[in-house]
Structures are given as structure tokens and as C-alpha cells.
């Protein structure tokens, strides 16, 4: 397959362990009015087994993707963000 040259490049911004995991971060982006493309190889969700292997993949252009990964929670090599949890006053 040829690809274009004016073709924006697309980049990975996330691995998800589960689909329903990647069609939540899908949404936001959907919401942002962020294009993206979701690559999920599960057989429509009946062969779940298969994501250990073939995980969801959340792709977006790549002028795109530093607002994508703030959105998302997840730093430049996909894995999410954790927030420190603050100290409970003694």
C-alpha cells in the first residue's frame, strides 16, 4: 500500500492492556475533537484472550500527540501517569 505524501504521520500514544480500556481514551480524544485511530485485534471482542499478545493500540497524528497523551494520562513511551498521593494529616 502507497501512502501519500501529504499524509499527516501517525504515531503510537498507547498500549492498553484491555479494549475497554482503549475505547475510554478513545472517547476522550473523540471529545477533544482529536482525530485518532484505534487498532484493536480481539475478533470483535469475542477473542479477548488475544489482547495479551495484541494489545490495543491508540494511534494519532503526530502534531497531535502531546495534547493526546496529557488527555489520556500517559507520558512519551505510553505508560500512564500516576499522581503522587498526598499525605494524610496526622
Known amino acids: 500500500m502507497r501512502r501519500d505524501s501529504d499524509e499527516p504521520d501517525e504515531v503510537v500514544v498507547a498500549r492498553f492492556r484491555h479494549r475497554h480500556e482503549a475505547e475510554l481514551a478513545a472517547g476522550f480524544l473523540r471529545d477533544a475533537g482529536i482525530p ?17 499478545s495484541r494489545p490495543p493500540v491508540l494511534w494519532v497524528r503526530a502534531d497531535d ?3 493526546a497523551r496529557e488527555l489520556i494520562g500517559v507520558d512519551e513511551t505510553g505508560a500512564h501517569a500516576v499522581d503522587e498521593p498526598e499525605e494524610e494529616p496526622r
Do not use: W
Open 65 to 67: 500527540a502531546d495534547e
Open 36 to 52: 485518532y485511530r484505534l487498532q484493536i485485534d480481539d475478533a470483535g471482542g469475542v477473542d479477548f484472550g488475544t489482547t495479551f
